[in-house]
Each structure stands twice: as structure tokens, then as C-alpha cells.
């Protein structure tokens, strides 16, 4: 038991070590190359460096590839399948080049982007859901994951030929997009994320498998650095190579791990914050207005299209204050869903 755990350990600290160096490295290439967000959430407008979460891909890559390593040199009999983990990887990867390829197309002065001013402009709207669909191929061309999936209320159901298909592939566009639209604050997206991850991990460990708990440990060391670096006030934006890789990574992570009735309830938060997008057509921003006092105006009064404004509508939020309480709000859903799970629910 114990040399079994090992294999997943040994993995996790590479991945810690290597995101770690990556992200330090990072922040000062993309400054230097002039990929940087502005950051107007202070009341002295501050630059930082963007485009930073290639280093989580990075280090979640090296981490799954250092299992690969001692099983291919017969250090372990190999207990979760290579040719998953390659395919995981490859899908990480591609999606973290077009989130790249989003972060590094920023403009010398302010354009107008998602109802807001900022240097960076990124893709089209319509470009993100097409680019992101690669993600899923490598997934689909593995037939990655179990047809029969449990559904609340519902029970088993089996979806056939149509889970490669058609579900891998909507899950990896819907999660990589619906990731990406939360992360206007320093540390909500890093921290939400982690704790969601989190949540992969424990049910990994009480009811799932051994695939799902290498993948989801490793992701959560990535995505741990992440949050270290991003947390009030943030030292970097890890942008949208980051929002692509881990919108991808935890749909992999969930499928291979067969827990996607579980990571469905937890994913709820960001369900909903795709469905309030949707009713402005995503031409919205969930940031608010600057007050003197350090706190936030919601930006579009009473009128709700993020979670961010119904913490703003709530009380006079700062900002760590608002990525505090999306936090709360994701470990609420991830109790939930054990609590479901405990009742045979899911």
C-alpha cells in the first residue's frame, strides 16, 4: 500500500517543484515580452504579468510524465493506463496553447473587451469554443472513460457510442469556456478551482479509482501554486492558458476517474455562471466599479450576470472579500455532493 501511494507522491512534489519554477520563470519572461494585464481593481493601477498559467500545464505535464517514467523503466507494475495519461496530456497541452495563443495578443493602448477596457485583447468569442474543441480529440480518439454514467434521480445510464462522441467533446468546450468566464479577481478563479480539485481528490480517495486520484493529486499541487502566486494582491494573471488547461485537466481528470455525476453537482457554481453570461450574450464583465472606500459597486445595479454581482448586491465588498465567498460558495457545493453521494444519490 504504502509504495502504491508512492507513485502518486513522488509525482506530486514534481509537479509542486516544477509549477513553482515554472511560474517564477514565467513571470518574468511574459513581462519582459510585454504580455501584462492591468490590473484596475487598486486604487493605483497596477501592471502584472499575464499569460502565466501555461506554468500549472507545465507542471501538471512533468508530474503525469514522471509516473509514465517509472513504470516504462519497470520501477512499478503501472496501475493506471499510459495511453490515458498520454492522451490527458496532449489534450492539456493543446488546449494551454490556444489559451496561449488568447493571452498574447495584447494591444499597446486599451481596446474594449468583454464590456470592458484592458490591453488584452484575445480571441473572438466564436474563435474560443471552435480552437477549444482540439482538446477533446485526443480524449475521443482513446474512447476515454465509462459509457454508463450515474445520474441522480435517474440511475445508471448508458450512453453508448454517444459519450466519446458527443459528451467528452461538449464537456471539454463547455468546461474550458465556463472556466474561463470567472476571473476578474485576485485568487477566485486559483482558489475556487483548487478547492473544487480538492473535492476530485477526496472522492478519489473514499470512492474512486486509482487514475482519478493520480490525476486529480497532481492537478491540485498545479493548481495550488497557482493560487499561491495569485492570491491577494496577486503577483501574476494566469490567464487564459490557465482557465483552458484546467477547465480541460478536471473534465480529463473526472471521465478517466469515472466521477462525473460528482463533478457535475460540484461544477454547479460554474454552470451557473455560464447560464448568467448567456443571458447577455457574454458580452459582460463580472468585475465592479472601484469605490474610494476599497469596496465594489456592482457594475450593472440590480441587474445580476455573474456571481460577483450578487456578492456585490449582498454588502459593500472588497476585493479578497469577493473571491472569499466564491470559495464558500464552492466548498458548499462539494459537501453537498458527498452528502449526496453518502445518501446513494450519486
Known amino acids: 500500500m504504502a509504495h502504491t501511494y508512492l507513485t502518486i507522491i513522488i509525482p506530486v512534489i514534481i509537479a509542486l517543484v516544477v509549477t513553482y519554477i515554472a511560474t517564477r520563470f514565467l513571470m518574468g519572461y511574459m513581462k519582459e515580452s510585454g504580455v501584462i494585464a492591468h490590473d484596475g481593481n487598486k486604487k493605483k493601477p497596477v501592471t502584472v504579468p499575464s499569460g502565466v498559467g501555461l506554468a500549472a500545464a507545465i507542471g501538471f505535464t512533468i508530474?503525469?510524465?514522471?509516473?509514465?517514467?517509472?513504470?516504462?523503466?519497470?520501477?512499478?507494475?503501472?496501475?493506471?493506463?499510459?495511453?490515458?495519461?498520454?492522451?490527458?496530456?496532449?489534450?492539456v497541452m493543446l488546449i494551454s496553447v490556444v489559451g496561449l495563443l488568447d493571452d498574447i495578443n495584447v494591444k499597446k493602448t486599451f481596446v474594449k473587451s468583454t464590456d470592458m477596457m484592458d490591453k488584452r485583447k484575445g480571441l473572438k468569442q466564436w474563435q474560443k469554443p471552435l480552437l477549444t474543441l482540439m482538446g477533446a480529440i485526443p480524449l475521443i480518439a482513446i474512447n476515454a472513460g465509462v459509457s454508463v454514467v450515474r445520474i441522480p434521480l435517474l440511475g445508471a445510464v448508458n450512453f453508448g457510442i454517444f459519450y466519446p462522441l458527443i459528451i467528452i467533446p461538449l464537456a471539454v468546450i463547455f468546461a474550458s469556456n465556463a472556466f474561463n468566464l470567472l476571473g476578474g479577481f485576485d485568487g477566485i478563479l486559483t482558489g475556487t478551482g483548487t478547492i473544487l480539485v480538492f473535492g476530485l481528490v477526496l472522492y478519489s480517495i473514499f470512492y474512486g479509482t486509482y487514475t482519478g486520484l493520480l490525476l486529480s493529486s497532481i492537478l491540485f499541487a498545479a493548481m495550488l501554486i497557482m493560487l499561491l502566486f495569485n492570491m491577494y494582491p496577486s503577483k501574476m494573471i494566469p490567464g487564459d492558458s490557465f482557465t483552458y488547461f484546467g477547465g480541460t485537466a478536471i473534465v480529463a481528470t473526472m471521465i478517466l476517474g469515472n466521477m462525473e455525476a460528482f463533478g457535475v453537482i460540484i461544477s454547479i457554481p460554474f454552470i451557473i455562471e455560464f447560464l448568467l453570461h448567456l443571458r447577455r450574450k457574454f458580452n459582460v464583465t463580472d468585475l465592479g466599479k472601484l469605490r474610494n472606500d476599497g469596496t465594489f459597486a456592482p457594475p450593472y445595479g440590480k441587474k445580476i450576470y455573474s456571481w460577483t454581482h450578487v456578492f456585490m448586491n449582498m454588502k459593500r465588498c472588497k476585493e479578497y472579500e469577493v473571491s472569499f465567498y466564491m470559495w464558500v460558495l464552492e466548498a458548499g457545493f462539494v459537501i453537498l455532493a458527498f452528502a449526496l453521494k453518502a445518501l446513494t444519490l450519486l
Open 63 to 91: 508530474g503525469t510524465l514522471v509516473y509514465v517514467f517509472g513504470s516504462s523503466f519497470g520501477l512499478y507494475v503501472p496501475v493506471a493506463s499510459l495511453s490515458f495519461l498520454f492522451a490527458t496530456i496532449l489534450s
